[in-house]
C-alpha cells in the first residue's frame, strides 16, 4: 500500500467539497493509497459511499446521555467541541497517516489546531473558495493566517483561491493548483432523455433550465429569479427551471418571491438530490450564479453532461466556461446581464453547438483522472508514499 491520509472534513453531507473528497478518496484507494476520514459531525449520505469502498471514518458524538443531561445548546456544542479535538488526536496518535489533510475551513481551523500537538509528517489545507467569507469571523481568520505557514503545502481549485491564499502570506512554493475532476464515464452511459423526462414528471417539449446550487444567499438564487421575471414572456411557453441542492434557511422566501412574479409555475425547488446526473443529461441549459465561488464542481458537471453554461464571473467560473464559446460569463449580482444571456443562449444552434464545446472542454481539462494524478503527484513530493510503492499509477 501507499500512504495513508487521513482526510479532516466537517461533515459528510451533500455539498460539493464534501462530494469532491469523497470521490477523490475513492479513486486514490483504486490506486493503492490508504484514504480515511475525520469528520466534526457524524453522519450524512456520503458516509453509505465510502463505508462500501472500505474506508474508515472516525469521528465522535456525544453520549445520549449527555444531550438529555446539558439542555444548554452553547455548552453543549462547547462539549462536542472538546470532545472531538480528544479524539482526534488520539486518532491521529493511533492511525499514524503520512498525510494530515483538512477541507473547509472549520476542519482547518479545529483539525489545524489539534495537530499541532501531534507528530504528522505531513499537513496539507485545502481551500475551495474565495476568502469573502473572513470578513464576518475575524477570530477564526487570524487562526487560518496562523496555520497557512505550519502547512506543508496549501492547495486551491482555482487561480482566483491561489490568488486569495497567496495574499494571505502563504508563500509562492508552498501553494498547489489542482482542478476539480469529474468522473466522465457517469455522463456517458446509455440514457433515454424522454423515458428520464416522463419519469420526473417533467414535459418533454419543456425548455429545461437547472441550477445545482444550495439554497444560500450567495448562491444568487434571487438574482436568476429577478431576471427570469424579466424575460418570462420571451422565453419557449413550456419553460421550466429545476433547482437542486440543500435548503440552508432561505427556501420558502425563494418560493414566495418566485409566486409574487408569477413564476411559481415554472420553478421546481428539488432539494438535495442522489440523482443530479440525470437532470443534468434531461435538460437544456446550466445555469451557476453565485456572487463567490471557489471552482464550482457543479458547472463541469453540467459541461460534462454536455450543457451550455451561463455562469457568473466569480472566483474560477471562467476558468471552466469560455465566454461566447462553452457559454456565457456575466457579472454577478446583475439580472439584466443574466437575463440577457439567457435570452441570446435560447437558439437551438447555438445549443448544440456551445454544448458540444463544453463537453469536451471538461474531457480535456477537467476530468478525474487528470485530478487523481495531482493529488497523487502532490502527496508523492510531500513524501507521503514509499519509494517500494513509487510505481507510475495505475
Known amino acids: 500500500m501507499k500512504g495513508r491520509i487521513l482526510y479532516v472534513i466537517g461533515s459528510l453531507d451533500v455539498g460539493g467539497a464534501e462530494r469532491h473528497v469523497t470521490q477523490v478518496s475513492i479513486k486514490l484507494k483504486e490506486r493503492g493509497w490508504e484514504p480515511e476520514f475525520f469528520v466534526l459531525t457524524m453522519g450524512g449520505p456520503l458516509t453509505d459511499n465510502l463505508k462500501r469502498c472500505g474506508i474508515p471514518i472516525y469521528g465522535v458524538r456525544l453520549p445520549t446521555w449527555v444531550v438529555k443531561l446539558v439542555s444548554n445548546a ?162 419557449p411557453e413550456h419553460w421550466l427551471l429545476l433547482c437542486l441542492g440543500r435548503d440552508d434557511g432561505i427556501g420558502a422566501s425563494l418560493k414566495a418571491h418566485a409566486e409574487t412574479l408569477g413564476l411559481n409555475e415554472h420553478i421546481r425547488f428539488l432539494g438535495s438530490r442522489p440523482d443530479v446526473n440525470d437532470f443534468l443529461r434531461l435538460a437544456d441549459v446550466g445555469l451557476l450564479c453565485s456572487h463567490e465561488e471557489g471552482f464550482s464542481n457543479a458547472i463541469l458537471e453540467c459541461m460534462a453532461a454536455g450543457l451550455p453554461m451561463v455562469v457568473t464571473d466569480v472566483g474560477g467560473n471562467a476558468e471552466a466556461v469560455v465566454d461566447g464559446e462553452t457559454g456565457y460569463v456575466v457579472p454577478a449580482h446583475s439580472p439584466e446581464s443574466l437575463a440577457d444571456a439567457i435570452l441570446r443562449m435560447n437558439k437551438q444552434g447555438e445549443l448544440i453547438r456551445m454544448g458540444a464545446k463544453a463537453r469536451q472542454r471538461a474531457e480535456e481539462l477537467f476530468s478525474m483522472t487528470a485530478c487523481i494524478d495531482g493529488y497523487e503527484a502532490m502527496y508523492r513530493e510531500m513524501g507521503a508514499c514509499p519509494s517500494d510503492a513509487s510505481v507510475e499509477s495505475q
Request: net charge positive; charged share 25%; with cysteine.
Open 74 to 235: 452553547r455548552l453543549r456544542a462547547r462539549l462536542t467541541l472538546l470532545l472531538t479535538s480528544i479524539v482526534l488526536i488520539k486518532t491521529i496518535w493511533l492511525r499514524r497517516p503520512t498525510v494530515l489533510h483538512f477541507f473547509l475551513p472549520a476542519a482547518y481551523i479545529i483539525g489545524g489546531l489539534v495537530a499541532l500537538f501531534a507528530i504528522v509528517p505531513t499537513r496539507i489545507m485545502s481551500r475551495r473558495s474565495l476568502n469573502h467569507y473572513q470578513s464576518a469571523y475575524p477570530i477564526s481568520t487570524k487562526i487560518e493566517l496562523f496555520l497557512h505557514s505550519r502547512m506543508d503545502m496549501v492547495c486551491g481549485n482555482s487561480l482566483a483561491v491561489l490568488k486569495d491564499l497567496e495574499d494571505e502570506g502563504v508563500d509562492e512554493k508552498h501553494l498547489r493548483l489542482i482542478y476539480n475532476g469529474i468522473d466522465m464515464a457517469s455522463f456517458t452511459g446509455p440514457f433515454d432523455r424522454s423515458k428520464e423526462r416522463i419519469q420526473k414528471e417533467i414535459p418533454e417539449r419543456s425548455f429545461v433550465f437547472v441550477l445545482v446550487a444550495n439554497l444560500i444567499p450567495y448562491k444568487g438564487h434571487a438574482d436568476l429569479i429577478e431576471a427570469l421575471a424579466r424575460i418570462k414572456d420571451d422565453l
